[in-house]
T-cell receptor, first 118, second 116 residues
């Protein structure tokens, strides 16, 4: 079964508008972390935002915010005031804190290609 | 954020040759590094976990004799693709785990391997 699911292969948004990229996850581990990364065409993975499973508040980093709905096991990324430079592939990832040799291991979703139109 | 470098950024080789990719953590010591493989427009697939001073842990389906991993120091892990074939052509990305920062992985810029 997929541990991380991103159901939107592609998304389009108008410049300056907000966009939400969906991510759902599946884990029985009570302690885990959720990450969002941006991957432009150059291939580098750029860290955007992190949410810990015990964090009470939704994470925010500048124009990025994470809509964390723990009961629904969803961790959607909201990008406000989209810019042309936001066009890229976006990945949601989960770290399960089972410990041992698997600590730190990330499982990635399929990714969403975001295109920002002028 | 922390800096992780990868070398080379691009490599083209003939079928049957071996290729070594280096991953360096430049400003922190990384006990654990990860190697991923990514095909165009697809997700990152974890190949193996590299632990300094011990054998790498490979994911199911990844041939350990094909993809040799060495993590000889706290700042360097290497991936060697042995006897490369065209199907090994891919984008290889490494990351270094920094346990003090939310267990965050810092990614290298990737290496694009093309096997002719």
């Amino acid at each position: 079964a997929q541990k991380i699911t991103q159901t939107q292969p592609g998304m389009f948004v108008q410049e300056k508008e907000a966009v939400t990229l969906d991510c759902t996850y599946d884990t029985s581990d009570p302690s885990y972390g959720l990450f969002w990364y941006k991957q432009p065409s150059s291939g580098e993975m750029i860290f955007l935002i992190y949410q810990g499973s015990y964090d009470q508040q939704n994470a925010t980093e500048g124009r990025y915010s994470l809509n964390f709905q723990k009961a629904r096991k969803s961790a959607n990324l909201v990008i406000s005031a989209s810019q042309l430079g936001d066009s890229a592939m976006y990945f949601c990832a989960m770290r399960e804190d089972a410990g041992g040799t698997s600590y730190g291991k990330l499982t990635f979703g399929q990714g969403t290609i975001l295109t920002v139109h002028p | 954020g922390a800096v992780v470098s990868q070398h080379p950024s691009r490599v083209i080789c003939k079928s049957g040759t071996s290729v070594k990719i280096e991953c360096r953590s430049l400003d922190f010591q990384a006990t654990t590094m990860f190697w991923y493989r990514q095909f165009p427009k697809q997700s990152l697939m974890l190949m193996a976990t590299s632990n300094e001073g011990s054998k790498a842990t490979y994911e199911q389906g990844v041939e350990k004799d094909k993809f040799l991993i060495n993590h000889a120091s706290l700042t360097l892990s290497t991936l060697t693709v042995t006897s490369a074939h065209p199907e090994d052509s891919s984008f290889y990305i490494c990351s270094a785990l920094r346990t003090s920062v939310n267990g965050e992985q810092f990614f290298g810029p990737g290496t694009r391997l093309t096997v002719l």
